[in-house]
DNA sequence: CAAATAAAGGACAATTTTGTCCGATTAATA
DNA sequence: TATTAATCGGACAAAATTGTCCTTTATTTG
């Protein structure tokens, strides 16, 4: 569904939100250790997340990652996905033709846009401070 | 959401019982042709979808590809997909954990979970017969 | 100002997925 | 039986994704 990279991101963004509810801001180090992730390759993605504003980094000593308490809200999940993996997800037919659409519509092309559908919605309407207040009272969990 | 193995999978599995339903057998080079998909590696994919019985096969001169009448309508998306991607779409985490369950659930578990059960319910109650249908009285298209 | 800390960014490596090529096998038919 | 047409199967190649390493840049603090 999500390529690596868009899981690791998801998983980063929630454990960021989760601390910056707190006041912390986190290391690279830190996330990947506490999503259990490749260091390396997250700090890639930590990049990308940052340079699309959906997290906030900051260089030097006591630098590190966080997301304004006031954004929080606001930051939907559909924004770390497409920050990452771009449109990928809402365009293109299921099965891969280049002209597929409502007028020219591939056989699955109906039921393909239902679903699809429903994962936008989903995506646009989960934010990130929902996710980690989740976590934060020990409903969810991010590792393992 | 697909591979791209599955999406010509499919597309090759809703030709082949296209032509079927006429009573005609298709070669691979005919169904790479017809759903504009690269030969050899449709060629592969046909065998897996062949091995697993979800198409029939038959070697040497007027050979090629065809399915039974009377299964066309029993063979459902899901058996062309579990065929060449396996499980991967109903097993595993949306975010990658290893040890998510209802239990002790990542904090997209359950959104996660009524997603691919519509999926899955799609899949399972999607028909051959019914797409080619579909194709037959040019509802829908597989090329381009 | 110097040292230390942390993200940014570029080059490279490993792995997986996608795709190709070619010889072996099977079966129809002249 | 020889030829031909078709799938099967294995080895290989290319491309994309995943992952690592190392240098540079920014910033804090002694």
Redesign the interface.
């Known amino acids: ?2 390529s ?1 990279a868009c ?2 991101g ?2 980063a963004a ?1 454990y960021i939100a989760l601390q910056s509810l707190e006041g912390r801001r986190v290391s690279v180090n830190e996330i990947a250790e506490e999503i259990d992730s490749p260091i390396a390759f997250t700090a890639k993605i930590l990049q990308q997340l940052s340079r699309n504003n959906v997290i906030h980094s900051v260089k030097g000593p006591t630098g590190g990652f966080e997301i304004e308490r006031t954004d929080m809200e606001a930051v939907k ?1 559909n924004m770390v996905v497409k920050a990452i993996d771009g449109d990928q ?1 809402y365009v293109g037919c ?7 659409d409502a007028g ?6 109906d ?2 846009v ?3 559908t ?2 936008r919605h ?1 995506l646009e309407s ?1 934010s990130l401070y929902e ?2 207040t ?2 934060e009272v020990g ?6």
Chains 1, 2 share one sequence.
């Open positions: 569904m999500f690596k899981e690791y998801i998983r929630v999940l997800i299921g099965l891969g033709l280049k002209e597929c020219k519509p591939c056989p699955l092309h039921k393909f239902d679903i699809r429903d994962l989903m989960t996710l980690a989740g976590l409903l969810t969990y991010l590792k393992r």
